[in-house]
């Protein structure tokens, strides 16, 4: 159903499809599940193959995040695998809802608030504007079984809790979830603009060392995109990230009253450097090698 509702299928062209499996090994009976989805899927006419992953019992990010993970990488490799032009995921609006709930549970920003984008970096989700329900009956008019996650009932996960809150909200304001969702798609397209300033701002920049006075007079909400570009490039993961760490830099840059470093994931630190004198330096440079590993360089 995915490849037939994907709007950005070229029409009247050949296009092949098939289906990846995805066994996260995370329940006794995954490996006889996944088999039988890929089997459905052969009597409805695609190829389809079962890809089985490890997913890490610790680490950051929880659970969830690291089956995520997994998953995520599985599919891009068979799309690289196949030179497929993308992968569809299953997606519906109900999801989109609850990833916005859950970015409000957190005190996400616009990123996390704008939700899952239709398509982006080969994953389209054809199915983002149309809700759980409506999947659930086009299956049932075509005598297409489903099978229900016993995680997906399980109230130990974070998500699950959001699903019944938002259900239960609904039940009182309807509506909600359909709100939620355009929420997702306005700040989406704000926060991709901010990124695209960041990211010019960024190449405007070049090479460590950075003045100051080049990024100090953006607007916040470009700086600290900035800086979380300037991290992640130096090895940080962005999932590492929180607002607490790029407020910290932040203050390095526009609120510097003689602060130390700012310890970030990983073992990195931002600093801002000051001349021999005490007063701050017009610009930054990168320490020797060996001696400090800053995420961003230094800000002076």
């Known amino acids: 159903m995915a490849f037939e509702c994907d709007a950005a299928r070229p029409a009247g062209l050949p296009v092949e499809a098939r289906a990846v499996i995805v066994d996260h090994g995370l329940q006794p009976e995954s490996a006889r599940v996944a088999d039988l989805a890929a089997a459905r899927c052969r009597r409805l006419g695609l190829d389809a193959e079962v890809v089985r992953v490890t997913v890490d019992r610790a680490g950051a990010g929880g659970p969830e995040a690291r089956a995520r ?9 068979a799309r690289l695998r196949h030179c497929a032009d993308a992968v569809l995921l299953g997606h519906t609006r109900d999801d989109q809802a609850e990833q ?4 409000l549970a957190r005190g996400s920003g616009a990123r996390s608030l704008a939700g899952m984008a239709v398509e982006r970096d080969g994953v389209r989700r ?6 759980r329900e409506t999947t659930r009956s086009a299956c049932a008019a075509q005598g297409i079984e489903v099978w229900d996650d016993p995680h ?38 704000d926060a991709d603009a ?60 526009a609120r510097w009253h003689g602060q130390g470093p700012v310890d970030l994931p990983g073992g990195l630190r931002a600093r801002r450097l000051a001349d021999p004198h005490g007063s701050p330096s017009r610009r930054a440079r990168t320490p020797d090698p060996g001696t400090e590993r800053p995420s961003a360089g230094g800000v002076g």
């Open 152 to 189: 997906n009932d399980d109230p130990r996960y974070l998500r699950v809790r959001a699903r019944r809150l938002l259900t239960a909200v609904e039940r009182e304001l309807p509506g909600v979830a359909a709100a939620l969702a355009r929420s997702a798609d306005l700040l989406r397209d």
């Open 194 to 253: 901010l990124d695209e300033i960041a990211a010019g701002v960024r190449a405007e920049l070049g090479e460590s060392p950075w003045a100051v006075a080049a990024v100090v007079d953006r607007p916040v909400a470009v700086r600290r995109r900035l800086w979380r570009i300037l991290i992640t490039e130096a090895g940080v993961a962005g999932g590492a990230l929180s607002s607490t760490h790029l407020r910290a830099v932040d203050d390095l840059a």
């Open 100 to 103: 916005v709930l859950l970015g």
């Open 126 to 131: 054809p199915f983002l504007r149309v809700t």
């Open 69 to 77: 993970d997994a998953r995520y990488a599985a599919l891009d490799e």
